[in-house]
């Protein structure tokens, strides 16, 4: 999955000693863009971040995995990012052009689709 928005918040690095050798994560949050921004918290596991990213206020685009596990009868989801692009950065870039542009065009189908016939039915109320 794919997420677009401005870096708002950089969380400190953790880091600990696990069964399989030492580890080191990094949180931080997004902003989205739109009528009803919403902040998303993602985690980088290992040296997968370059820091020269991580600058507050940074328009990024995130590739990342959502993943839930339970622990005691509670859930917990996760969202670890495992590609971090400056957002202007890769315009070019054909594989992911058709991804970012298929995301938005069925949203739109859908709101003129509903405009025509809420316009057509002004007054027949279905209620």
């Known amino acids: 999955m794919e997420i677009k928005g401005r870096l708002i918040h950089v969380l400190a690095v953790q880091s600990g000693e696990g069964k399989n050798g030492p580890w ?11 009528q009803y921004p919403k902040k998303v ?19 990024l685009l995130v590739s990342f995995d959502a993943e839930s596990r339970e ?11 495992w590609k971090i692009e400056l957002a202007g950065s890769e315009a070019g870039d054909v594989p992911s052009a ?3 542009a298929a995301a938005p065009a069925q949203p739109t189908a859908v709101a003129s689709e509903f405009a025509v016939s809420a316009e057509g039915d002004k007054d027949d109320l279905p209620f």
């Open 24 to 34: 080191k994560k990094q949180d931080f949050v997004i902003e989205t863009d739109g």
């Open 41 to 59: 918290c993602l985690t980088i596991w290992g040296d997968k971040f370059n820091e020269t990213f991580l600058t507050i206020g940074n328009e």
């Open 71 to 81: 622990y005691n009868g509670r859930w917990f989801t996760d969202l670890k990012a």
């Open 98 to 100: 058709p991804y970012r």
